[in-house]
């Protein structure tokens, strides 16, 4: 994902002026302010054409369709978040007031962290008060975790319009029943919010439909370590090959809010889509991740396609040094795979010990950092794995920033990291950080374009704000071509 800071990016239809002020429905139009706005409207409503529309089916739910044309880089969606806080699963010490990560302060009144006592969000009674009178009068002990959970539990007792409109989103609670990792993480809440369960019997099984909402529905938001849900960006539907992309900003106080963009040209009708999971996992580790913790499986192009589109993130190699080892069904889990070659077979099960323990030790690998470690462990992963594997490409991208330029493997494994990330990921929506570093490599090699890899990842890294790895990086790059 992108983080994008606020910028005026348009001139007001009325006055000319330089705006920021976006129309709500087709988002193509700007205005220095509302005045202006609600002058325009009787010509631009005649115009004004929302870009989606909300479709409902049995195995999709509700998602979002264009509802005309779109040009790549068209804006379909950007608004405020319903309700927002700290990731279930963060360890982070978080502001209760803006998010922030925060140190030894706390609120006066409820105890619970504070980025500071001056901090606005925690001193507007609109956001924090109301909490801060429930977390005051429960006496839960603070921890940053569950405060979503406690957030959503007031808009369920005060029966708040946004309740009313979160309540729609799926919970999968008959997938997270005893016996599961995620009930036993749901219990854990349960105990520790005892207090406020105590109230009513019926907030024990609120608290499970609302943790089950929070890890369906939720997005990584802004500040980091904060997740939220959108009214209409949660529709979104999954594919591992989106075509949108989506950043994030904060306002004036410090609210995150959601944009989001098309990567490609869509016809009127087609699903909108975004991609749940990490663009260079393996379709096994997709579509486990996406069972897991989406209680789906992806069938897309990619998914149905043993060679990940030519890509081989997830193939393996054949002991007769020709073939490549694939799944026979991919959208299968426990089908047989094959070589490409010969008559070579291995089963799912043999498959995925072999990766995981080959992950385990991409994992210590990467713990230890150095050149000679990931060297020898990429030596021997390319006599079991495909030169693109997951496995491969993680410890290569990791290995070319360490190598020498006149090392001939550095710019043989920028090419190769370049070749898969080209296929899965063209428009840099979801790996851009991770291609310029690939392309800014490559271009410190004897022999490279360096002035054309150079402006590349320039233009990939464009988007990012000045404070995030990205933007830092774009900095090193402009000086770096002065």
Same mark, same amino acid.
């Given at each position: 994902?992108?983080i994008?800071?606020e910028k ?5 239809s009325?006055?000319g ?9 087709c988002?193509?139009v700007?205005?220095c302010d509302?005045?202006h706005?609600r +002058?325009?409207w009787?010509r631009?409503?005649s115009?004004c054409?929302r ?12 998602h979002?369709v264009?509802s005309?044309d779109?040009?790549?880089g068209?804006?379909?969606i ?5 309700i927002?806080?700290p990731?279930l699963h963060?360890?982070?010490r ?8 925060s140190?030894e302060?706390r609120?006066?009144?409820c105890?619970w ?11 507007d009674k609109n956001r924090?008060g109301?909490?801060?009178?429930f977390l ?5 002990i603070p921890r940053?975790?569950v405060?979503?959970?406690?957030r959503?539990?007031?808009l369920?007792r005060?029966?708040s319009?946004k ?12 997938s997270?029943g005893?016996?599961?990792?995620a009930y036993?993480?749901?219990?854990n809440?349960?105990?520790?919010l *005892?207090?406020i369960a105590?109230?009513?019997?019926t907030?024990r099984?609120m608290?499970?439909?609302?943790c ?14 904060t997740?939220?849900?959108?009214e ?7 594919s591992?090959?989106?075509n949108?992309?989506h950043?994030f ?8 809010r ?17 991609m749940?999971?990490?663009a260079?996992?393996?379709t096994r ?9 989406k209680?789906?499986l992806?069938?897309?192009a ?7 589109l030519g890509?081989?993130l997830?193939s393996l ?5 020709? *073939?490549?080892?694939l ?5 299968n ?5 094959c070589?490409d070659?010969c008559? *070579?077979v291995?089963?799912s ?5 072999l990766?995981?323990?080959l992950?385990? +030790?991409?994992?210590e690998?990467?713990?230890l950092?150095?050149?000679e470690?990931?060297?020898?462990l ?12 997951q496995?491969?490409i ?8 360490l190598?020498?330029p006149d +090392?001939?493997?550095k710019?043989?494994?920028?090419? *190769? ?13 979801r790996?851009a950080?991770y291609t310029a570093?690939?392309l800014r +490599?490559?271009?410190?090699c004897p022999?490279?374009d ?9 233009l990939?890294?464009k988007?990012?704000p000045?404070?995030?790895?990205g ?6 790059i402009?000086m770096?071509l002065?």
């Amino acid at each position: 994902m992108n983080i994008e800071e606020e910028k005026k990016d348009g001139e007001c239809s009325i006055c000319g002026k330089e705006a920021s002020l976006r129309c709500g429905a087709c988002k193509q139009v700007f205005y220095c302010d509302k005045a202006h706005q609600r +002058e325009d409207w009787k010509r631009h409503k005649s115009h004004c054409t929302r870009p989606w529309e909300v479709r409902e089916n049995e195995e999709l739910g509700k998602h979002l369709v264009a509802s005309r044309d779109l040009r790549p880089g068209e804006i379909v969606i950007c608004e405020p978040p319903l309700i927002w806080g700290p990731a279930l699963h963060s360890d982070l010490r978080s502001c209760v007031g803006c998010g922030k990560a925060s140190s030894e302060a706390r609120c006066e009144l409820c105890m619970w962290p504070a980025c500071s006592h001056d901090c606005a969000g925690l001193l507007d009674k609109n956001r924090h008060g109301a909490e801060c009178a429930f977390l005051l009068a429960t006496k839960v002990i603070p921890r940053c975790d569950v405060l979503l959970v406690i957030r959503l539990l007031i808009l369920w007792r005060t029966k708040s319009k946004k309740w009313a409109v979160l309540s729609s989103f799926e919970s999968h609670e008959e997938s997270r029943g005893p016996g599961t990792e995620a009930y036993d993480e749901t219990q854990n809440i349960i105990n520790h919010l *005892g207090p406020i369960a105590s109230i009513d019997p019926t907030i024990r099984d609120m608290i499970g439909k609302i943790c089950g909402m929070i890890d369906v529905n939720a997005v990584e938001s802004l500040p980091d370590g904060t997740v939220a849900f959108y009214e209409t960006a949660c529709l979104l539907e999954h594919s591992c090959l989106p075509n949108t992309r989506h950043s994030f900003s904060l306002d004036e106080k410090g609210r995150p809010r959601i944009t989001v963009k098309t990567t490609s040209d869509i016809e009127k009708g087609d699903h909108l889509t975004t991609m749940y999971t990490h663009a260079l996992w393996s379709t096994r580790v997709r579509r486990e991740h996406l069972r897991a913790t989406k209680y789906f499986l992806c069938k897309c192009a990619r998914c149905a396609d043993p060679t990940e589109l030519g890509t081989h993130l997830s193939s393996l190699k054949c002991p007769c040094k020709d *073939g490549s080892i694939l799944p026979k069904d991919p959208l299968n889990f426990d089908t047989e795979w094959c070589c490409d070659r010969c008559p *070579g077979v291995l089963s799912s099960v043999e498959v995925a010990q072999l990766t995981d323990r080959l992950e385990e +030790e991409v994992e210590e690998a990467s713990k230890l950092a150095r050149k000679e470690v990931f060297s020898d462990l990429l030596s021997r992963l390319s006599c079991l794995l495909h030169r693109n594997h997951q496995h491969c490409i993680a410890v290569g991208h990791s290995l070319i920033q360490l190598l020498a330029p006149d +090392e001939p493997m550095k710019a043989e494994l920028c090419k *190769g990291i370049l070749e898969v990330v080209d296929k899965l990921d063209p428009q840099g929506a979801r790996l851009a950080l991770y291609t310029a570093i690939a392309l800014r +490599e490559l271009s410190k090699c004897p022999g490279e374009d360096r002035q054309s890899l150079l402006t590349r990842a320039m233009l990939l890294l464009k988007p990012e704000p000045a404070n995030s790895p990205g933007g830092k990086l774009l900095k090193l790059i402009e000086m770096e071509l002065c």
